[in-house]
Nanobody
């Protein structure tokens, strides 16, 4: 399984970006997906998760209401629509696939726990 994140760039505060995470390999649609980010000199943090069916999502409090995660099963792709970007959203963003397909695996995504595969990341820089 390979995950390739793209769509990062340099924007101004208030702008929008859409990140994409294209997956190759088997059974992408059988697993949950998550987005994470790591800001300079900070620990990696959870951003958003979507279940394998694409009907359930949840978000970190810092992005809820501004970011939207979605998936296109036909394209084996997960998206992160980011609106009203703030300078504190500046980070390298990573997509990751859950290690299992159960509900508990979905719930654990917020902990960054048990993820099976990680993408290489894409840099988002938001200037004030």
């Amino acid at each position: 399984v390979q995950l390739q994140a793209s769509g990062g760039g340099m924007v101004q505060a208030g702008d929008s970006l859409r990140l994409s995470c294209a997956a190759s390999g088997r059974a992408f649609n059988n697993y949950h997906m998550g987005w994470f980010r790591r800001a300079p000199e900070r620990e990696r943090e959870f951003v958003a998760a979507i279940n394998r069916d694409g009907v359930s999502t949840y978000y970190a409090a810092s992005v809820k209401g501004r970011f939207t995660i979605s998936r296109d099963k036909a394209k084996n792709t997960v998206y992160l629509q980011m609106n009203s970007l703030k300078p504190e959203d500046t980070a390298v963003y990573y997509c990751a696939r859950s290690g299992g397909a159960s509900y508990s695996d979905y719930a654990r995504i917020a902990l960054g726990d048990g993820m099976g595969y990680w993408g290489a990341g894409t840099l988002v820089t938001v200037s004030s």
